[in-house]
């Protein structure tokens, strides 16, 4: 059997608006759509860090005795809930 060379793969054909909602960069926060929030119960908090080092957004914050987060950020997806050693963190409903 003879071998052919076969042309390799033309981009520039491809049209650029395939994706076009892909492409549009959204303004909207995690903040905009989240439907569970954490919470930090102060007095439970040892400032082990654990919550900051498991956040997918790092949106967890240093305050002065423990930690917080940036709500803005925040999805909302309860990891930190799960991981703290302490369960100071609880997920509340956002209200409507
Ligand atoms: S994981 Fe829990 S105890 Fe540790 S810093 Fe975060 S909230 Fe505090
Ligand atoms: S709920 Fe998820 S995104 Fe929000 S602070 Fe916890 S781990 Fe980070």
Not at 23 to 35: C, K, N, V
Request: proline letters at 8%.
């Amino acid at each position: 059997m003879k071998l052919v060379a076969r042309p390799w793969f033309d981009a520039s054909a491809v049209a650029n608006d395939l994706a076009p909602i892909a492409t549009e960069p959204s303004p909207m926060l995690p903040g905009d759509w989240r439907s569970l929030r954490p919470v930090v119960e102060r007095g439970k908090c040892v400032k082990c860090a654990v919550c900051w080092l498991y956040c997918p957004v790092q949106c967890v914050v240093e305050k002065a005795r423990w930690f917080d987060f940036d709500l803005a950020t925040c999805k909302g997806c309860g990891i930190c809930a799960q991981e703290c050693p302490q369960r100071a963190i609880v997920m509340v409903e956002e209200a409507a």
